[in-house]
């Protein structure tokens, strides 16, 4: 047993206990083999970790009477055996008891709040089509200063998906918990039904809690998920007007002439169509794979080979890391149709189909690389932007054969394949959280928005190009427009202490500064209103807030490059906080400065402003924590 699986013989003392019950402490097997009697932890204690594994590792609750799980337990102590339910029933029960404990744990620390509650939400059909479900999340300031986001409700949405029906779910959540009188903000998608909801919502929240309770109109609270704006910009670079054509995934074509057809269709797409096609080609089959594969080593003599990322026309990311591997792996693209189309032994409708449909002229090639050049914007605004998935810009692939992503002309930098995977799975690579605060959704607008209007002076003679490039501006600025609804995202932005009004005074229009400073004092007074209604907590705790900010280095990428410090000057002597606030300089950017640590440092310079600036900071730039949940669980 050593020399071939290295065990070792004989008695060991394993590190298990064994369980009390009334004051008896019973022996676990191991320990009646070496004569030993241990202490243990109680039954209490192991029937909750036993509902936290169920729980988190998603078992079945019918796990708990599967025969093997049983004999399992008891060979570790047959007095732990002894206490396991024998129903799966009861584990149900027990999960949804405790469930309400943790409820009533969270209507306390709500308020106790040092924010409104803000929810994020989104809604989600299963796999199967059949059922519905609006998933509803928190988000918001404790009172340690510390911004937190829990998933308080995952109802199933019965009948039509009106904002009306909606609203009244909402609502119902909203008295669940308690938080009607201090309910804030909304993050959700762009359908038109959110629109209704947030104005139904708006009649029931009056009707149940007080006109003087409801200080944010219905226009103000419904915020838009940044990250299913990028979205919409980015698969309109990439399929133009015609995205819904390209949604569908078919793999199997039931005959040559719809297979034909499809073909065709992405072709005409242009080069990101063409390149589509032919890693479907290579998808193909096993075979083809693998001779990918073999050109990257044997030919190529690279150390590790990989495929390019499988497209998914939903999903415009997959198409940029689809994009992103053709542009490094040409050389093997290249070789493998040369010595595919030379091989004899081919079939021939194979040869055909790759020749025709996915060969990359030299101009496709530089047409892929403009493409990458403008989708890499919209992807690093992504990564950085979502919540609080950023806070690990890059996480671990879902595909574990497969090594990180070099992303194509930006030496150093690597991406993976699946940004969005189990978030228990993450692997640290630079800590970006406040990166997904709403306070960076507006600059973030004008970079994206440059970035296109540079696009269209460098593209004018290249129609495809500039074609969707405009639409794309189009599409931002739509939603750019719309973000003037809500003035919380402009507060927001003059509250990140490296931005404040001068970088809109430098950045915007003339004509755009008008009124911008009376929504900082209108915010101000429905933000003291919420409060005071809601029973706003007093100060406390200063003395033993952490808020030393890292050793300062400066930012390496384009993100946050909007940002920038301003001489120092005297502090002036005036006692309306926003002008004080205003009339300071910015302070300097650099890799690990907090928002939220300079706004509890800062809290006796602005006893009001920094209450502001945490509400807005618990306030995330996208409803990505929602999403989490339908891609993490299936229902």
């Known amino acids: 047993m050593h020399d071939e699986h290295q065990i070792e013989r004989g008695p060991r003392d394993f590190p298990i206990s064994a369980i009390q019950r009334d004051g008896i402490v019973g022996a676990t097997i191991i320990d009646q083999m070496n004569g030993k009697i241990r202490t243990t932890a109680k039954i209490d204690k192991f029937y909750d970790d036993m509902m936290m594994w169920i729980s988190t590792s998603r078992q079945a609750f019918l796990v708990i009477e599967h025969p093997k799980f049983r004999d399992m337990i008891s060979d570790l102590s047959i007095d732990a055996a002894e206490m396991l339910p024998k129903s799966s029933n009861t584990i149900r029960k027990a999960i949804i008891t405790q469930f309400e404990k943790q409820k009533d744990v969270l209507k306390e620390r709500f308020t106790q709040s040092r924010s409104r509650i803000h929810l994020s939400m989104d809604a989600w059909t299963t796999p199967s089509g059949d059922r519905h479900f609006l998933g509803i999340v928190a988000n918001w300031c404790d009172d340690m200063f510390e911004i937190h986001n829990v998933l308080i409700a995952l109802p199933e949405i019965e009948g039509p998906h009106t904002g009306l029906n909606l609203a009244n779910i909402i609502q119902k959540v909203v008295d669940e918990y308690n938080i009607g009188a201090k309910v804030g903000y909304f993050m959700m998608d762009n359908a038109s039904n959110n629109d209704t909801a947030m104005q139904e919502l708006q009649s029931l929240l009056i009707s149940r809690y007080g006109e003087g309770s409801v200080t944010i109109t219905s226009d103000e609270r419904r915020l838009r998920c940044f990250g299913h704006i990028l979205n919409l910009a980015a698969k309109t670079l990439l399929f133009g007007a015609d995205e819904r054509a390209f949604e569908a995934d078919i793999n199997n074509y039931p005959d040559e002439k719809e297979e034909e057809a499809e073909l065709n269709k992405w072709r005409k797409l242009g080069p990101v169509g063409t390149a589509h096609n032919f890693v479907m080609f290579i998808y193909g089959s096993s075979q083809r794979r693998k001779e990918f594969r073999k050109i990257q080593v044997e030919v190529l003599k690279q150390s590790v080979s990989i495929l390019p990322a499988k497209p998914n026309a939903t999903r415009w990311n997959t198409n940029f890391l689809m994009i992103n591997d053709m542009l ?78 070099i992303v194509f002309n930006k030496p150093g930098v690597t991406i993976f394949k699946q940004p969005n995977v189990n978030p228990n799975a993450a692997s640290v690579v630079e800590d970006t959280t406040e990166d997904g605060a709403l306070f960076n959704v507006l600059p973030a607008f004008d970079y994206i928005l440059s970035k296109l209007e540079a696009a269209k002076q460098t593209y004018a003679k290249n129609t495809r190009l500039s074609t969707v490039v405009n639409m794309a501006w189009l599409k931002m600025d739509e939603y750019f427009q719309k973000s003037d609804l809500s003035k919380v995202y402009f507060v927001a932005a003059v509250l990140d202490p490296r ?68 001489d120092n000057i005297d502090m002036p002597k005036v006692r309306d906080e926003w002008a004080r606030y205003l009339s300071l300089p910015r302070v300097r950017d650099y890799k690990g400065f907090s928002v939220r640590r300079y706004w509890i440092a800062e809290r006796d310079q602005f006893p009001v402003l920094s209450k502001l600036a945490l509400d807005t900071l618990a306030i995330p730039a996208m409803s990505t924590e929602v999403e989490r949940v339908f891609s993490g669980y299936a229902l």
């Not at 400073?517 to 915010?523: S, T």
């Not at 101000?524 to 050793?551: K, N, R, V, Y």
Request: net charge negative; hydrophobic share 35%; proline share 2%.
């Open 328 to 405: 490094n792996l040409r050389e093997a693209v290249l070789l493998y149709i040369s010595m595919f189309l030379s091989n004899p032994t081919n079939d021939k409708k194979d040869k055909a189909k790759l020749e025709k449909h996915c060969m990359l002229s030299t101009d496709d090639w530089e047409e892929l690389i403009n493409i990458h050049a403008l989708l890499y914007d919209f992807w690093e605004l992504t990564m950085r932007m979502q919540g609080d998935v950023a806070k690990k810009l890059q996480q671990t692939a879902a595909r574990s054969d497969e090594p990180e992503a």
């Open 499 to 566: 931005v404040k009004m001068k970088y809109f005074e430098k950045s915007w229009e003339r004509k755009w500064l008008i009124g911008l400073k009376e929504k900082l004092y209108d915010f101000m007074d429905e933000f003291q209103g919420a409060m005071q209604s809601a029973g706003e907590m007093d100060d406390h705790l200063s003395d033993i807030i952490d808020t030393d900010m890292p050793d300062s280095e400066e930012s390496r990428t384009a993100f946050g490059s909007w940002r920038e410090s301003d």
